[in-house]
Every structure is written in structure tokens, then in C-alpha cells.
């Protein structure tokens, strides 16, 4: 099944199998291997990728679907030596350990500073509407969709908080 | 040039003290991190080769019985399919940590339900997936035994698990203070977000392999002995891996079926397990049942200790769940009566997950430690202090070290222990706070490195030593740059790949110690041969930035090299120091709870960890080394549980949306002190392993300020909210 995907600002033209997933189209046909599958299932978020501006799970997305979509993955936000500042961060913070989780909470960080910013609130939030401080129940709040065995939470939450520049270092 | 030290005195020359380049011990930033936050480090499933095929396992749905035959012919009819695989040399389950052979094999014999009893493997993912769950098996089944509880279950007391000192019936009967408890734990999942994954090839005779290994050296001899080829003629590389705790020690079924595949089909095939097969066909930790006696003085002295512990595992497998290792030696008490019972079951394989032993062994005994604590009235950290042994009091050794005192000081100074208020309540929650000592064995493998000093004056590290997220490139960096005087931009470190010197892998606290060592050793001939270039002593060299100071001249490292690369292979040993003295790390957890009066919900507000481990190589990685174990004791006091179906044995909640594994706001802002130690009986660099002492006793430390808040005592862990709220006052 032909599908055009625009990915990191570069079209694609897929031709897959039409059960592939947008996770796997990532790794196995384009060789974009910085998304991470974990589960499968939508229960990780180590595929995480953001499509038109929002975060999705790619494992629970099928590439077909995304027909003239733009995608940015890990790999269209820094590469060594122009890292982001969220990169940046989680090197600093060692918002990591094995790192395999790392791009999918990357990704996902990226796009929760933008819901933040569109005033978006979460769970934890103390209302509905108005602005939103990302304080460390905040961001454990909205990044709690992405696992982390080696539980490097606490400077998960470090990392993103200095890149957001609520912490001066 | 070789440095070979076998570990037979102390070392109390703290040699990486006297460095001058600073590096060690620092929170150097992980040199692969860059790598790792662009997604460009490659783990296993990533090495995609040209005209790569992909393989999907299908498992047994039966927990023993005969595979008498499948229905290829059917499979691979459909479209892209291949080929479909089963026989003699597929495992039955993951080799065990430093097996050096082949697991069980063989397809045909069905020893429970998830074992990985054939391969489809097709053009596409999509194609083999569909493959797989077509294929039509068909099995006889014979009767198995699928829970621990079962009357047909057949219980083994090995002799050398079973051990006894004086009268502890008496012991118990004298005591002023006695608790006599049974705890429960469930079985655990390492749960690595990378799932186990392979991709083999062939080149010629030789097997290519990518696979998520802990421990290379001998992975290579379990895939040679499962294929049925030498050990020369497997190449495998394991670079980064995307987290182990255990899980990945031994070879798993995965990389076998992809290297058995590719030399049939004649192409690179790749075989990852999904979610569901890692929880089925890799390694769970065994459930525990513990049965606990203290007997105690009128001051709180323990005067007698019984620990007998009951745990699983499939039949044939040597390992066994270790609950009672830290039990003899972390207590005084003369009297005691410490056994194993293991019992034989048709359910997924038991293996080593995080801290195999102390993990649910001290959690069991530091509950057990907090019943007395209450029953005495003594503070929990100074019962604890009353009860640390001047010796081993199982066999009277001495301790290379002994920090446990010193841990509780400082983590309850830290805390703010004393300050506490029990009976707080804020709003509908109910406060509480508890404590629990910290224990884990140490020891070291032999490893082996090469390290080369290049003519510009650059280094190289050479080890197939991996990092599973530890911190194996940074602090092998750090070691090299600390001893030869060069900053960690001048140095690559080259990881997880069989033709480098082989090293004892990452595993039991092991990896930092036993690597570093070897890295030390190379760096200290080094030093001795640029040391004679300069015609100085070794010791009263200065390396520091490339450059060499020996009695007052300075010379750029560079031109000492000249123009061939200088070359160190060291090599570490365990040695007398092992077996002479009791080597063990130290810690201590203190945490404040909230428990939901309505709903019996527990939440951690925070929690702290003092730790001892000798020298800490890199303050920043070994802080996020405490912070994954301490998270590990989260999931196991309040979330983690496998569930089986006793009918079956299989894994009722086998992914990772019903098995819960801590997330970010499950954890609080955790802190951790590191206590300065040198300990000379561990290795050259006095240092000792870190990666599991942060979940040795963390549950504990939870379950007794739940304890504290709601006066429920749990014993059966985890503490879920149907376990609380019964025992909760009316509102």
C-alpha cells in the first residue's frame, strides 16, 4: 500500500504492507530505528512519536493511516553535536540509563512542553483552564505514559525542567 | 605486555587517590549519551542487514506434554512465508547467568505454557507475525504440576542450602521478644524496555551475531553449544542493550532460533520477542514463601535467627531463587536454622532478577526486623545498631568492611528520622514512616581488558564487557583517564563485542569492579613502561592533560609513545580475598507514606537511601544505579505481582499494561547519599558493586511505614489497596 510520509521535513513514499504499523515502517522499511518498540501494545511509549504537532504511540497507529501526515521523530529533533535542549538536558541529568527509552520520553517531553504552553491541563492540574507551572507533580503527571525500567524518573524530571529554563544551572 | 593480579591480599595503596587528572568519582556525563538521546545507539534489533528475513516465535498452549507435530506445509503456503522451524536445538528457556552451555533443548518436549517451540519466519514482520499465530500445533499433554501450592509437587532441600547452630527452639522459648511470621512474595519480571531480540547471519562457517546480552564471554559459548558449532566460529556483539537486570545473563531462545534460521535459509534473519514472550519465555524471579523466626533479649539483641524460604523452578535448571544469602551475616544472633526448599514446577523458568537473594530475602527479614522493633518498643534504627555482628556469625570471618552503622546514621540524619510524627494525617491520607537496612553480597569475575595508548596520545579501551545502562563507558573512560592523565574527549571506549578480551559481563553487581579492575591493571603497566621511558619511578610520576611531570620536567605524553601505539592487556583475578573475608555493601532506606483512608491507595511522598560500595566511580551514574533499585523495591512493595493461572501456570497478566512496573508519578524526587569507603579486599580500585544494592530491603522500608501510618502489617506483598483497606478504622 503506497502511503507518502513526511518525516523529520523529508517525504517519504512507503510502499508496505498495509497491517505495518507506523512503528514498524520507522524501522524495518526507513531504517529510522530511533524509535523504539517495547510492547507493542501502547503501554510503553518508547515508540513515541509526534505527528502534526501531537505525541502519538506509533505501535498503535498504522502507517497507512498517515498519508501526507508530517512526523517528527527522535532523529528530526538533534543529532550528536546539535543536540536539543531536551537532549542536551537528559545527558546532563542522565534522564537515562540504558537509553532505550530515551528518544520515545524525548519525544514525548517535547510535546508536552507545547501542551503546556496551549494550556492543556492534566490529572494533577488545580484547574480546567488558565496556565499551568511545571512543577515536578506536573511533568511525573504528563510523562507517566513513558516507562522507564531503569527508572531514571527523578532526573527525567530534572532534565525537563531545566530545559524548559525553570531551573537556572 | 600484560598485568595480571589475582585478588589474594588487600590493596590498601587507594592508588586512584593519588591520580592528578580528577576524573574519577566525578558525575562525568555518560560518553555514549549523545548517542543514546538521538536514537542513534544501535541496540540489537537494529544491525538491519541486506535482504534480512524476520522470524516470529509461537509457543507452547499447554504446560507439559509432547509437540508430535506442525503444520508447516499449511504456513507456508501464505504469502512471504519462508520457512517454518522447530526441532532438537531450540531452547527450552535462557541459559542461566554464567552457564558457559546450552540450556534444556529440544522442541518436541513441552515443559510449560509460552515456551518458544517453533520459528516462522517470512519476507516481512507482518507476514511471520501472521504466520505465527496461524500455525496449528499438535500436542498431547501429560499432567503437570502448575502451582508451588500443589500436592504433586516434588520439594527439594538441597543439603548445601540447609544450615543450623545451636538450639534456636530454645532460643525462642528463653526470648523476652520473639516474632514468628510468614511473608509472601509474588513472582517478578526484570521487564528490560528492550525487549530480547536477535539478528544472526552467516559468513561462511562463522555465525554473526547481534543479540541483547549481559555477559558476552559466555554467551558466545551457550550459542556455540546450542548450535552445535565451535565457539571460534560465533562473532558476537552486544554494544548497547537496552536494560538486563538479569534478564539477559544467559542466551535466550531468540538469538538461537535466528542463528538456526539464517544458516537454513541462507540470509541475516532477526528474531525479536514481543512483550507477551518476553514475560513467558525469558526468566522470571520465583515466588517466595518465607517463613521467619526472631528471638531477641530484653534489650532487643537478637539472640537467634530462622529464615526457611520456598521458592520454584522448572525441573533441571541448577538455579534456584538464593532468599536466604545476606541472612547469616547480616545479624548477630548464635542460634539459627537457615533452609531452602525448591520446589519443581511446569511454569516459566526462574532466573536471576535484580539482586537474586537479598531482593525479597531482606525485605522479608527487615519486616520481620520492624515487627520486633514495635514488639520491643526500640527505635527501628536503633534495634538495627544493637544487632550488627563484630564477625560473620555464621563462620566467624571478619568483614572486609563494615558500613552498616554508618549507613542508618547518616540516612536517618539525612531524613530527618528523629523529627518524625507518627499519627499525622493530611486530609484523607494517612502519613506514615519507615525504615529498612540495606545488604548485598560482593564479588568479582575475571576480566579482561586492553588498553592502548595511542602515538597522538589518544586511548583505547578494549573490553567485550557490556553497559546495560550502568555506566560501563563512562567509568572505564574515567578509570583509564584518571590513571594515564588524559581527558575523557581523548578516550574510546569499545564495548560488548566477542573479539575483544573478555570480561566477567554485566551481573551481580559485578560489572563496574571486576571491569574496572582490568582497565586499572592495563593503565598501571602503562604508567610503569612510560615510567621507564622518563627513567623515573613509577610512583613518582605525574600524568595529568597529556603531559608527563617527573622530577620537575614535563614531557607531552605523545612524544613518550613514539611511533607505535603502547599496548596493556590487564587482567583481574578473585583471589584469597573472596573466600577470606565477608565482602558485602551496606545501606539503609528511609521513606514517608501516604495511605488513602478510603481507598487503602498508598503513596510514596519520599524516600532516601544512604549506601556504602567502597570507592564510587562516577557520583552521577551509580546516584541513577540507586535510584533504579530503589524504584525496583517501589513496584515490589506496592505494584508488582506475575498472577498465574494455577490450572495452567501460565502468566495471566503478561504485559506491561496488567504487570505494574513503576511509573514517574509512582516516584518522588528520591534522594541518595553515598558514603565515602575504600575497601581494600574488594579490588585495586577499593570499589564495590552498586547496581543492586538500592532494591536489597526498599520494599521493606514502604511496607513498614504503611505499617507506621495504618497500623497494617502486610505480609503477603504486594501492598494493594484490597490488602490495606480491611484493616483501616472506619471513617
Known amino acids: 500500500m503506497k502511503t507518502s510520509l513526511k518525516i523529520n521535513g523529508e517525504v517519504h513514499d512507503l510502499d508496505a504492507d498495509s497491517r505495518t504499523t507506523l512503528l514498524d515502517a520507522l524501522r524495518n522499511h526507513l531504517d529510522l530505528t530511533g524509535t523504539k518498540k517495547g510492547c507493542d501494545h501502547g503501554q510503553c511509549g518508547a515508540c513515541t512519536v509526534i505527528v502534526n504537532g501531537r505525541r502519538i504511540n506509533s505501535c498503535l497507529s498504522l502507517a497507512c493511516m498517515h498519508d501526507g501526515d508530517e512526523i517528527t521523530t527522535i532523529e528530526g529533533l538533534g543529532q550528536p553535536g546539535n543536540l536539543s535542549d531536551l537532549q542536551a538536558a537528559f545527558v546532563k541529568h542522565d534522564g537515562y540509563q540504558c537509553g532505550y527509552c530515551t528518544p520515545g520520553q524525548i519525544c514525548s517531553a517535547t510535546a508536552m512542553l507545547q501542551e503546556v504552553k496551549d494550556g492543556w491541563p492534566s490529572h494533577v492540574s488545580d484547574s480546567l483552564t488558565g496556565t499551568y507551572d511545571l512543577t515536578e507533580a506536573e511533568i511525573s503527571e504528563r510523562m507517566s505514559g513513558n516507562l522507564c525500567r531503569c527508572a531514571a524518573y527523578p532526573n527525567i524530571v530534572d532534565a525537563i525542567r531545566d530545559a524548559a529554563g525553570k531551573v537556572q544551572s | ?731
Request: charged share 25%; with cysteine; glycine share 10%.
Open chain 2, 1 to 731: 605486555m600484560n598485568a595480571h593480579l589475582k585478588m589474594d591480599k588487600p590493596d590498601n595503596r587507594n592508588r586512584l587517590d593519588n591520580m592528578a587528572q580528577g576524573l574519577i568519582h566525578t558525575g562525568m556525563d555518560r560518553p555514549e549519551g549523545p548517542l543514546k538521546v538521538t536514537g542513534t545507539a544501535t541496540y540489537a534489533h537494529e544491525d538491519h542487514q541486506p535482504g534480512m528475513l524476520h522470524g516470529v516465535l509461537v509457543r507452547a498452549t499447554i504446560a507439559r506434554g509432547t509437540l508430535d507435530s506442525i503444520d508447516a506445509a499449511a504456513i507456508e503456503k501464505l504469502p512471504g512465508i519462508r520457512k517454518v522451524m522447530h526441532g532438537d536445538k531450540f531452547l527450552r528457556n535462557p541459559a542461566q547467568g554464567t552457564a558457559n552451555e546450552a540450556p534444556v533443548q529440544g522442541s518436541s518436549e513441552i515443559y510449560y505454557l509460552g515456551q518458544p517451540v517453533a520459528l516462522v519466519v517470512a519476507e516481512t514482520f507482518e507476514q511471520a507475525r501472521h504466520g505465527a499465530q496461524s500455525l496449528e500445533l499438535q500436542v498431547t499433554a501429560k499432567s503437570a504440576v502448575t502451582s508451588p501450592d500443589s500436592d504433586d509437587a516434588k520439594v527439594e532441600t538441597p543439603d548445601d542450602q540447609q544450615s543450623s547452630m545451636g538450639d534456636l527452639d530454645a532460643a525462642m522459648k528463653d526470648a523476652a521478644y520473639t516474632v514468628e511470621e510468614t511473608y509472601t512474595t509474588p513472582g517478578h519480571t526484570s521487564a528490560p524496555m528492550e525487549p530480547h531480540a536477535a539478528i544472526a547471519w552467516w559468513e561462511d562457517d562463522k555465525l554473526i551475531l547481534r543479540s541483547t546480552s549481559q555477559m558476552v564471554k559466555y554467551n558466545v559459548n551457550e550459542v556455540a553449544d546450542s548450535v552445535g558449532i565451535s565457539a571460534d566460529d560465533v562473532h558476537l556483539m552486544s554494544p548497547y542493550v537496552g536494560g538486563g537486570f538479569g534478564s539477559k545473563l544467559g542466551i535466550s531462545p531468540d538469538a538461537v532460533a535466528a542463528a538456526l534460521a539464517a544458516r537454513e535459509l541462507g540470509a541475516p534473519v532477526s528474531v525479536a520477542m514481543s512483550r507477551q514472550q518476553v514475560f513467558e519465555s525469558t526468566m522470571r524471579r520465583s515466588e517466595t514463601v518465607q517463613h521467619f523466626r526472631l528471638a531477641a533479649d530484653k534489650d532487643g539483641k537478637l539472640t537467634g535467627i530462622g529464615h526457611r524460604a520456598r521458592v520454584s523452578q522448572l525441573p533441571d535448571e541448577s538455579f534456584s531463587e538464593p532468599v536466604t544469602q545476606a541472612t547469616p551475616f547480616l545479624y548477630r544472633g548464635e542460634n539459627r536454622e537457615i533452609g531452602m526448599e525448591i520446589v519443581r514446577i511446569n511454569s516459566t523458568c526462574a532466573g536471576s532478577v535484580r539482586a537474586p537473594g537479598e531482593a525479597v530475602g531482606i525485605t522479608a527479614l527487615e519486616i520481620a526486623m520492624d515487627e520486633l522493633a514495635v514488639k520491643t518498643g526500640i527505635d527501628p534504627v536503633e534495634l538495627r545498631k544493637r544487632n550488627i555482628p563484630e564477625k560473620d556469625p555464621s563462620d566467624g570471618r571478619d568483614f572486609s568492611s563494615h558500613t552498616l552503622a554508618a549507613a542508618l546514621d547518616d540516612g536517618a540524619e539525612t531524613f530527618g528520622w528523629k523529627d518524625r510524627t507518627s499519627g499525622q494525617t493530611d486530609g484523607e491520607w494517612l502519613i506514615g514512616y519507615g525504615m529498612s537496612s540495606a545488604v548485598r553480597v560482593n564479588m568479582i569475575g575475571e576480566s579482561h581488558a586492553r588498553v592502548t595508548l595511542n602515538p597522538d596520545g589518544t586511548v583505547l579501551i578494549e573490553t567485550d564487557m557490556t553497559d546495560i545502562g550502568t555506566g560501563t563507558y563512562a567509568i572505564l573512560t574515567q578509570i583509564a583517564g584518571e590513571m594515564l592523565g588524559v581527558s575523557q574527549d581523548r578516550i574510546e571506549t569499545r564495548l560488548g563485542d566477542s573479539n575483544l578480551p573478555k570480561s566477567a559481563g554485566s551481573g551481580g553487581s559485578w560489572g563496574a569492579s571486576s571491569a574496572g579492575s582490568s582497565v586499572f591493571l592495563a593503565c598501571e603497566k602503562l604508567r610503569q613502561e612510560i615510567a621507564k621511558k622518563l627513567g623515573c619511578d613509577e610512583a613518582d610520576l605525574t600524568l595529568r592533560d597529556g603531559t608527563a611531570t617527573a622530577a620537575n620536567k614535563q614531557t607531552p605524553l605523545s612524544d613518550l609513545v613514539g611511533g607505535s601505539p603502547m599496548e596493556s592487556t590487564g587482567v583481574i583475578e578473585p583471589g584469597k580475598t573472596m573466600k577470606e573475608v565477608r565482602q558485602a555493601t551496606f545501606g539503609a532506606f528511609f521513606c514517608e507514606v501516604g495511605v488513602n483512608r478510603v481507598t487503602g491507595e498508598t503513596r510514596l511522598r519520599r524516600m532516601h537511601g544512604s549506601f556504602a560500595a567502597g570507592r564510587i566511580l562516577n557520583a552521577k551514574t551509580a546516584r541513577s544505579q540507586c535510584l533504579g533499585g530503589m524504584t525496583f523495591g517501589i513496584g515490589m512493595a506496592l505494584t508488582e505481582e506475575l498472577i498465574h493461572d494455577a490450572r495452567d501456570g501460565h502468566i495471566v497478566n503478561r504485559d506491561l499494561g496488567e504487570y505494574h512496573i513503576p511509573v514517574n508519578a509512582d516516584v518522588p524526587q528520591l534522594t541518595v547519599n553515598f558514603l565515602e569507603e575504600r575497601d581494600p579486599y574488594a579490588n585495586p580500585m577499593q570499589s564495590k558493586g552498586i547496581g543492586e544494592l538500592g532494591i536489597c530491603g526498599a520494599a521493606a522500608c514502604i511496607l513498614n511505614a504503611i505499617h507506621d501510618a495504618t497500623g497494617v502489617r502486610v505480609r503477603d506483598l504486594p501492598a494493594t489497596m484490597d490488602k490495606v483497606l480491611p484493616g483501616l478504622p472506619d471513617l
